[in-house]
């Protein structure tokens, strides 16, 4: 992993390639090296769609590496949602086989002329870059079927579908998982649109002759990730409740508390959460012979994800998650499974962010479009963006776009990004992350739960009350660095309750580059990291006025507990002092 | 106001070895049990239902009585007609908030429960609702089942239409009342009890 490809798209006579060591950039992997780049070389005023924008996608550091949890996939750019930097990151294989090709980065410039769509593909003998346009407007398992005849069963995708070829705000980059299917999604803020602006419909990986990326030293290596695998496998989250339930095991608890935005986040609780629960999913999957515990790349040891199966046993989707589940289902009122399984495939065939595009349909629901809980109706209204209707743009730029275009008040989003299934009136620190996060709502930018044992911002008593700022404060730092990992953050359970392991991940990091990291210097990886992406997002016009909730939320109390959000913006803008 | 228990109609699942896995919508969504109320959760959970305080020190994460998160269950007040979740430990940001004595509890400050016992709190017969997530389904499940849980027959009639099949593979022998009676025979007998109570029993059966 010690290169850079850069690929510029505009050049005159067609793309052209050029392979750079990876040199100032090393040391940097995932989010730390996609927001690095994007903020040094794209200029923060232009239009996301434009020739001057990049997209980068990089690996996380221990990616390709025999590291358990290691094949989370960054990919940064401005976005076309936010108006600001973006990093949205994917399971699936790719990351792993584009670090044991050797690449630090692939980034996408400039922009071509005319309409011609193109595929990439890399091996180990070099880069082709080849006009496809039988590819236009087809959806990402019909793109990932055509690769998989061209170049082998084996081989991994990234790619998008129609949203991301008519560059739609919503739009998701598909990433194929072990079975080869594009069913992992860097789904946050339209990278899809990004993408597609640089007419790129596909770039396919295969890692054929290559092998696993060596550590300076390998048994230091492997003591740590066996002892990094244990505390994951003896945890209560990682090892018990993920892979029973996988994420959508969130369901019941945060209707019981009041939490779960339901009617477009009229309610806090949704009386139909126990037929669309983690349990249920898990249940019904069982009864149907299809997988309720099942990783998403090779390494994983979570195995939070699972197959769904219609009741004849057919392959629908693979199990929804919890934020898929809560947009698709209780946000929009309906209760039913496989109807919220068949919208996760359309989702995920046509390039679409799951969570922008629930709340969409929430909005149009609010709006009178169709009814709350008409699950067939959400169904139409999704199949039109990948047909390209006027109604299918629409919904398809997101939950803003929706909100504005039917007159809607109640449009839950910050920074134009449509917000994750957590109410902020209900459980407020949550709501701190979703105002001032540089991503806009996104529930991942404070998921590093193991802040005590990062030692970012000191300890904190469990038994006594801290600010809600600082606490987000910290753990957006800590979440920025594990990003930079490569390591998926559900490892952050078992960091904030079993210090070996985090310990082991810092082993893990130090054997393989034969460096001295401590956890003083994963805080400040985290810290250098925000400060460069709120600073782009300062250049790019994005001020503190923007780290602000919807008004409604200070206005309209969510039952049953009736609270609303009442932390002050002078509160909310000491986020950032550090 | 206290349910009409007597005259509650009795289905007794008769299994190899009590398995809650057929039952997990219904633990989920909430049963009632009768129960020596106007104490605190852990006496209830520990006097009542014989749960021991190594288990719910390791494996009772996180508590909800009546939709407020509870940290010192020693000192939350279970009284009757309450509503009471149990769940082992949970994923996510919003999971870690939301547990009990957890680093991140002042986040959810505004729905944290309130621990102070009353003057008034005598403890008496009476009933909660229960609901049970996560593992705590398939691990207390059986406890519950075995003592006998109320629920509305609607419920146990939509379990049934739900996940006939794992029913079927999990029960031995079902009776109503004490009659054998077959799935669908029982699913009918259930739709014309409506919202009508059913005690539900999961019995081991005499062959282990």
Same mark, same amino acid.
């Given at each position: 992993m010690d290169k850079i490809l850069r690929i510029n798209m505009g050049a005159q006579g067609g793309p052209k390639l050029e392979e750079a060591p990876v040199g100032e950039f090393a040391g940097l992997g995932g989010r730390g090296l996609t927001s690095t780049i994007v903020a040094r070389e794209v200029p923060p005023t232009c239009h996301p769609l434009s020739q001057e924008n990049k997209l980068v996608i990089a690996p996380g550091l221990l990616s390709g590496t025999t590291a358990a949890m290691s094949g989370r996939l960054s990919i940064g750019c401005k976005s076309p949602l936010t108006g600001g930097i973006k990093e949205s990151n994917s399971g699936g294989q790719p990351s792993q086989v584009l670090a044991r090709l050797g690449y630090a980065a692939v980034i996408l410039e400039g922009k071509p002329e005319g309409d011609d769509l193109y595929k990439i593909f890399v091996n180990k003998d070099g880069v082709t870059i080849t006009v496809d346009n039988s590819l236009k407007m087809l959806g990402n398992y019909a793109t990932v079927e055509k690769m998989q005849k061209e170049f082998g069963e084996t081989v991994a995708c990234i790619s998008i579908g129609q949203a991301g070829e008519m560059k739609l705000a919503a739009s998701s980059i598909a990433c194929t998982d072990m079975e080869g299917r594009p069913a992992r999604h860097a789904g946050r803020g339209g990278v899809g649109a990004v993408m597609g602006s640089k007419g790129v419909k596909v770039i396919v990986l295969d890692d054929t002759g290559m092998s696993v990326r060596q550590p300076k030293d390998p048994d230091k290596f492997r003591e740590a990730n066996k002892i990094f695998v244990d505390g994951l496998r003896k945890h209560g989250v990682t090892g018990e409740a993920l892979p029973a339930y996988g994420t959508n095991v969130l369901t019941n608890i945060l209707n019981e508390a009041g939490g779960y935005p339901t009617y477009n986040f009229r309610e806090g609780r949704f009386a139909g959460a126990s037929k669309i629960s983690g349990e249920t999913e898990a249940a019904l999957e069982f009864d149907r012979g299809g997988v309720p515990t099942h990783g998403?790349? %090779?390494? !994983?040891?979570? %195995? !939070?994800s699972g197959i769904y199966n219609d009741k004849d046993g057919h392959y629908v989707s693979k199990q929804p998650e919890y934020e898929t589940v809560w947009a698709h289902g209780g946000n929009c009122g309906i209760d039913d499974l496989d109807k919220i399984a068949q919208m996760d495939f359309i989702d995920d065939d046509t390039g679409l962010d799951t969570i922008d595009m629930g709340v969409a349909i929430g909005i149009a629901m609010e709006a009178g479009v169709i009814k709350y809980g008409d699950s067939d109706g959400a169904i139409s209204l999704l199949k039109e963006v990948g047909k390209g209707t006027p109604m299918g743009r629409i919904l398809g730029s997101g939950a803003a776009v929706v909100g504005k275009v039917f007159g809607v008040e109640r449009v839950p989003v910050v920074k134009g990004q449509a917000m994750p299934a957590y109410d902020p009136r209900a459980v407020k620190g949550l709501g701190v992350t979703y105002a001032t996060s540089p991503m806009g709502a996104d529930h991942t930018a404070g998921y590093a739960t193991a802040t005590n044992i990062l030692k970012v911002g000191g300890y904190v008593d469990p038994l006594k009350a801290q600010g809600q700022v600082d606490l987000s404060r910290n753990l957006q730092i800590a979440t920025a660095a594990i990003d930079s990992t490569g390591m998926c953050v559900f490892i952050a359970f078992a960091l904030l309750d079993l210090p070996e392991t985090f310990e082991a991940l810092l082993d893990m990091l130090n054997a393989f580059y034969g460096i001295n990291l401590n956890a003083d210097n994963v805080a400040d990886l985290g810290k250098t990291i925000l400060k460069l992406e709120r600073d782009f997002n300062n250049r790019a016009g994005l001020t503190k006025e923007q780290d602000r909730l919807p008004a409604f939320f200070k206005l309209q109390q969510v039952p049953p507990h009736n609270v609303t959000f009442d932390i002050t913006d002078e509160e909310l803008d000491q986020v950032f002092n550090f | 106001m206290m349910p009409d228990f007597d005259h509650a109609r009795e289905v007794r699942c008769v299994m190899e070895g009590i398995d809650a896995g057929p039952f997990t919508s219904i633990l989920q969504g909430g049963f009632i049990v009768r129960c020596r109320t106007g104490r605190t959760i852990e006496d209830l959970l520990t006097q009542d239902f014989g749960i021991t305080g190594e288990y719910l020190e390791r494996r009772l994460s996180t508590v909800f009585l009546e939709g407020q998160c509870v940290d010192d269950i020693g000192a939350a007040v279970a009284r009757t007609g309450a509503t009471l979740a149990l769940s082992s430990a949970m994923p996510g940001l919003a999971g870690a908030t939301l547990r009990r004595k957890g680093a991140l509890s002042s986040m959810r400050g505004s729905i944290t429960h309130n621990e102070n016992s009353r003057p008034t709190d005598v403890v008496a017969d009476g009933f909660i609702t229960l609901k049970l997530f996560n593992v705590l389904s398939g691990e207390l499940g059986p406890i519950f089942l075995a003592r006998g849980i109320y629920v509305k027959a609607s419920e146990l009639a939509d379990l049934l239409a739900m996940r006939g099949g794992a029913f079927r593979r999990g029960c031995t022998r079902l009776t109503m009342d004490d009659r054998p009676v077959d799935p669908e025979t029982l699913l009918n007998s259930l739709g014309g009890l409506g919202s009508g109570l059913v005690r539900l029993v999961g019995a081991r059966s005499a062959s282990r």
């Amino acid at each position: 992993m010690d290169k850079i490809l850069r690929i510029n798209m505009g050049a005159q006579g067609g793309p052209k390639l050029e392979e750079a060591p990876v040199g100032e950039f090393a040391g940097l992997g995932g989010r730390g090296l996609t927001s690095t780049i994007v903020a040094r070389e794209v200029p923060p005023t232009c239009h996301p769609l434009s020739q001057e924008n990049k997209l980068v996608i990089a690996p996380g550091l221990l990616s390709g590496t025999t590291a358990a949890m290691s094949g989370r996939l960054s990919i940064g750019c401005k976005s076309p949602l936010t108006g600001g930097i973006k990093e949205s990151n994917s399971g699936g294989q790719p990351s792993q086989v584009l670090a044991r090709l050797g690449y630090a980065a692939v980034i996408l410039e400039g922009k071509p002329e005319g309409d011609d769509l193109y595929k990439i593909f890399v091996n180990k003998d070099g880069v082709t870059i080849t006009v496809d346009n039988s590819l236009k407007m087809l959806g990402n398992y019909a793109t990932v079927e055509k690769m998989q005849k061209e170049f082998g069963e084996t081989v991994a995708c990234i790619s998008i579908g129609q949203a991301g070829e008519m560059k739609l705000a919503a739009s998701s980059i598909a990433c194929t998982d072990m079975e080869g299917r594009p069913a992992r999604h860097a789904g946050r803020g339209g990278v899809g649109a990004v993408m597609g602006s640089k007419g790129v419909k596909v770039i396919v990986l295969d890692d054929t002759g290559m092998s696993v990326r060596q550590p300076k030293d390998p048994d230091k290596f492997r003591e740590a990730n066996k002892i990094f695998v244990d505390g994951l496998r003896k945890h209560g989250v990682t090892g018990e409740a993920l892979p029973a339930y996988g994420t959508n095991v969130l369901t019941n608890i945060l209707n019981e508390a009041g939490g779960y935005p339901t009617y477009n986040f009229r309610e806090g609780r949704f009386a139909g959460a126990s037929k669309i629960s983690g349990e249920t999913e898990a249940a019904l999957e069982f009864d149907r012979g299809g997988v309720p515990t099942h990783g998403c790349h %090779r390494g !994983c040891v979570i %195995r !939070c994800s699972g197959i769904y199966n219609d009741k004849d046993g057919h392959y629908v989707s693979k199990q929804p998650e919890y934020e898929t589940v809560w947009a698709h289902g209780g946000n929009c009122g309906i209760d039913d499974l496989d109807k919220i399984a068949q919208m996760d495939f359309i989702d995920d065939d046509t390039g679409l962010d799951t969570i922008d595009m629930g709340v969409a349909i929430g909005i149009a629901m609010e709006a009178g479009v169709i009814k709350y809980g008409d699950s067939d109706g959400a169904i139409s209204l999704l199949k039109e963006v990948g047909k390209g209707t006027p109604m299918g743009r629409i919904l398809g730029s997101g939950a803003a776009v929706v909100g504005k275009v039917f007159g809607v008040e109640r449009v839950p989003v910050v920074k134009g990004q449509a917000m994750p299934a957590y109410d902020p009136r209900a459980v407020k620190g949550l709501g701190v992350t979703y105002a001032t996060s540089p991503m806009g709502a996104d529930h991942t930018a404070g998921y590093a739960t193991a802040t005590n044992i990062l030692k970012v911002g000191g300890y904190v008593d469990p038994l006594k009350a801290q600010g809600q700022v600082d606490l987000s404060r910290n753990l957006q730092i800590a979440t920025a660095a594990i990003d930079s990992t490569g390591m998926c953050v559900f490892i952050a359970f078992a960091l904030l309750d079993l210090p070996e392991t985090f310990e082991a991940l810092l082993d893990m990091l130090n054997a393989f580059y034969g460096i001295n990291l401590n956890a003083d210097n994963v805080a400040d990886l985290g810290k250098t990291i925000l400060k460069l992406e709120r600073d782009f997002n300062n250049r790019a016009g994005l001020t503190k006025e923007q780290d602000r909730l919807p008004a409604f939320f200070k206005l309209q109390q969510v039952p049953p507990h009736n609270v609303t959000f009442d932390i002050t913006d002078e509160e909310l803008d000491q986020v950032f002092n550090f | 106001m206290m349910p009409d228990f007597d005259h509650a109609r009795e289905v007794r699942c008769v299994m190899e070895g009590i398995d809650a896995g057929p039952f997990t919508s219904i633990l989920q969504g909430g049963f009632i049990v009768r129960c020596r109320t106007g104490r605190t959760i852990e006496d209830l959970l520990t006097q009542d239902f014989g749960i021991t305080g190594e288990y719910l020190e390791r494996r009772l994460s996180t508590v909800f009585l009546e939709g407020q998160c509870v940290d010192d269950i020693g000192a939350a007040v279970a009284r009757t007609g309450a509503t009471l979740a149990l769940s082992s430990a949970m994923p996510g940001l919003a999971g870690a908030t939301l547990r009990r004595k957890g680093a991140l509890s002042s986040m959810r400050g505004s729905i944290t429960h309130n621990e102070n016992s009353r003057p008034t709190d005598v403890v008496a017969d009476g009933f909660i609702t229960l609901k049970l997530f996560n593992v705590l389904s398939g691990e207390l499940g059986p406890i519950f089942l075995a003592r006998g849980i109320y629920v509305k027959a609607s419920e146990l009639a939509d379990l049934l239409a739900m996940r006939g099949g794992a029913f079927r593979r999990g029960c031995t022998r079902l009776t109503m009342d004490d009659r054998p009676v077959d799935p669908e025979t029982l699913l009918n007998s259930l739709g014309g009890l409506g919202s009508g109570l059913v005690r539900l029993v999961g019995a081991r059966s005499a062959s282990r």
